[in-house]
Structure formats: C-alpha cells, structure tokens
C-alpha cells in the first residue's frame, strides 16, 4: 500500500475509541514501574532507612530521565519512534522483572550493596520513561486531543492502580510472617507482567488502528519521517523520493522557534511538577508526623493523590471547565505554590484530614492543569512541528520533576535524623 493522504480528517474513521483505550494503557505502562517504586516506599523505608530511599531514588531516577530526554529531544526528527518507544517498554519490562529477582537473590536484606543495585535499576527506569513519555506524547501530539488526554489519564491511573494493588497485597500479607516483603513480590511480579502487556499493544495493535495510520500517514505527507517504521508495520509504504519532495514542500519550524513561541507552556509544566515533587513522595513519606492510621498513613496520602490526580486529567473533557488561556493558565499555577506554606503548617499543627485534603488538592490541580496545557499547545502545527513540540514539553516537564525532588530534601532541614 502506497502513501495517500486526504487533506482534512475523514468524517468516519474507525478504531477511535480502541486507541484511546490502547493510549490508556500505554501510559499506565510509562508510569508503573516508577509509581510501584514510590508506592512501595514503606517497604525501602525499612530496609535501607538510613539512605532515604523515597528522596534519593526519585534523586537517581530524575538526572537519567531529564538527561536522556534533552539527547532524544535534540535528535527527535532523526529518530524512529516505534524503535524508540518499543525500546522503552523493553527497558521498563526488564529492569522491573530485575528489581523483582534483586530481591529475592539477596532473600530482602538491606545493606549498601542491594541499595546500589535498586538505584541502578531505577536509573534504567529514568531512561525508559525519557524514550516512551517522549516518544509517545510526539507521536500523540499530531492525532486527536483526546489520545493525549487518554495518555495522560493513563499515567495518572498508574498511580491510582499501583496504591489500590499495593493497599491490596499489603492487607492480604499483613499478618503472615514477612508479609510485607511478599506483598510486594506480588506487587512487582503484576507490574512487570503489564509492561510486558504494553509492548505487545504499541508493537502490533495500536499501528493497525485506521485511525492511527490516516494520522501517521498525514504527518509522514507533512514531511515526518519519524513514523516511517510504524506506517511500514502497518501496511503502508513511503517512497524515499516522495518523502524528500513533501520534506521540502513543508518547511517546518526549528526547535528553537517552537520553543520561543510556546516558552509559556513549557514554564507551566516546569513549575506544575517543580512544585508536586518538592511535596510528593518524599514529604508525605517523611515528614507528615504519626497519626491514627499508623502505617497506613502514608499509603492513603499517596493513594489520595493519586485517585485526585486520575480524576482531574478528566476534567478537561468538559469543554466549559477546560482552561485554554495562556494568562489564566499561568496565573493558575503560580497560585499553586500557596500549597507550599499550607503543606508546611498542617504537617506542623493540623490533624491528618486536613493533610488527607491538601493532598487530594495537589493532586487535582496536578491532574487538570497538566492536561489543559498538553492539549492546548500543539494546536495549530503540521505533524513533525507538534512531534517536535511535544518532546520539548515534555523535556521541561522532566525539568520541573528534577527541580522538585532536588527541593524536596530542604524539608529535611532542622529536622531529626535529617541527614
């Protein structure tokens, strides 16, 4: 089958709802291997206390994804998207499976050695997700809104799922001897079986999708040539000459240009996750207090968060409630870090439901806002524009997560056992 792209979007195309599901779990899978690090906190909290493990592996995981990410950002228009995201799935599916064997080699013992092995696997884990949420979100960025929101909802329900698996495995282990250590066995063995489930979506089915292969095949018409091998997985054949005459009918803009026009957008999401990382997981974990749930306490605010942020990232599907100016926008977020003082008196004086709100509130803006500007900004670019797009943003994005989890070791200061 040849190249052959209609000017405007057919009135029927099939497979829309089927890709949006497959966006669904595709994001999750970009996310559950990260978020099952940071929901099984307790458990590193207990075998290698004295190194911090819920700040310094969010410390570790950040410099490789924030580092990986600038490189593929950079190279993003020579780079093939179906290697690069099955790449990342494979990377995720292997250091997850490894994290998993690590502990059952060194029978769960804590010690300097087994904690060196954690971090060089969670740094695998910062170069998965710098080859998938970019890849993706550049390859999304150029189809319908509605697969980024999916995308992103499903980032957000890694979190969500991750709790609720992690809530489930740890009562049903509670009272077992070592149940905490095979509650989360349990736990990793399900989330390196999903990864496994992802690479076989985005590999064989997602390509195949109608819808999915009009818009891959407008973008490669528009001069991409980032979606060649996916277009060839499904079928369809882009001539080397075709593809240099269309390159040179749509000149499109450079990085630099896409940057300077939507450096807004960028600095929204830098300081969305600036300011989400400096309080989760670390603070949550660390410096809340004890209170009536006990152990529990930590694993409902995680859970708090992460239930809020899912909900919000639907929110923008009601077109009246979706934010879209660039001023409201920013206006909004800078209103967010008030959070920071809030965050700080409650942990000091308030009671845990207080903490439980504040933490459902980070977690809803957290959501919504990310949504409104992922959605917003691409609009109005040819295909390989918005894949450029799309990668910067979510380059900033990663930016903002490294500065909040370098911000959120300050909390530490004064306090106990800090350092």
């Known amino acids: 089958m040849t190249l052959a792209v209609e000017t405007e979007t057919p009135l029927r195309l099939e497979g829309k709802y089927k890709a949006m599901a497959v966006c669904w779990v595709l994001g999750i899978g970009s996310l559950i291997s990260w978020n099952s690090m940071l929901t099984i906190g307790d458990y590193y909290n207990n075998l290698f206390k004295k190194y911090h493990p819920t700040r310094a592996l969010t410390l570790v995981y950040q410099p490789f994804a924030l580092g990986t990410m600038a490189i593929l950002a950079y190279n993003e228009s020579k780079i093939d998207t179906r290697k690069r995201n099955i790449t990342g799935y494979i990377i995720f599916f292997a250091s997850t499976l490894a994290l998993l064997l690590l502990d059952l080699a060194t029978s769960g013992e804590g010690g300097l050695g087994p904690f060196l092995g954690v971090c060089v696997f969670v740094a695998l884990f910062g170069v998965a997700d710098a080859h998938v949420q970019g890849g993706i979100v550049g390859d999304l960025s150029f189809m319908y809104p509605e697969f980024m929101q999916s995308f992103f909802a499903g980032l957000a329900a890694s979190g969500a799922l991750t709790s609720g698996l992690r809530l489930l495995t740890k009562a049903a282990f509670e009272k077992s001897h070592d149940g905490l250590r095979k509650g989360v066995m349990l736990f990793l063995a399900i989330c390196t079986s999903f990864e496994f489930l992802c690479i076989l979506l985005y590999a064989f089915f997602f390509p195949k999708l109608p819808i999915v292969k009009y818009f891959r095949s407008k973008a490669a018409s528009e001069g991409s040539k980032t979606v060649s091998a996916d277009l060839a997985a499904a079928g369809i054949q882009t001539k080397a000459a075709q593809a240099e005459d269309e390159a040179k009918q749509y000149e499109r803009l450079s990085n630099k240009q896409l940057f300077?026009?939507?450096?807004?957008?960028?600095?929204?999401?830098?300081?969305?996750?600036?300011?989400?990382?400096?309080?989760?997981?670390g603070f949550l974990y660390e410096n809340t207090g004890q209170h009536r749930l006990g152990e529990w306490y930590s694993l409902v605010l995680i859970a708090s968060y992460n239930v809020w942020d899912l909900i919000a990232r639907y929110i923008p599907l009601v077109k009246c409630v979706k934010l879209e100016s660039r001023k409201g926008l920013m206006i909004t977020i800078l209103c967010r870090f008030l959070l920071v003082p809030a965050f700080y008196f409650t942990a000091k004086y308030g009671d845990q439901g207080w903490m439980i709100f504040l933490t459902s509130f980070l977690g809803l803006t957290n959501g919504y806002l990310t949504v409104?500007?992922?959605?917003?900004?691409?609009?109005?670019?040819?295909?390989?524009?918005?894949?450029?797009?799309?990668?910067?943003?979510?380059?900033?994005?990663?930016g903002g997560l490294f500065a909040g989890v370098a911000l959120d070791w300050l909390w530490l200061i004064g306090k106990k056992d800090g350092f």
């Open 260 to 281: 300077i026009q939507n450096f807004d957008y960028a600095l929204d999401l830098f300081l969305i996750y600036v300011l989400t990382l400096s309080i989760f997981p």
């Open 372 to 398: 409104c500007v992922m959605t917003v900004a691409p609009k109005g670019y040819k295909g390989p524009e918005q894949n450029a797009l799309g990668n910067i943003l979510v380059l900033f994005l990663l």
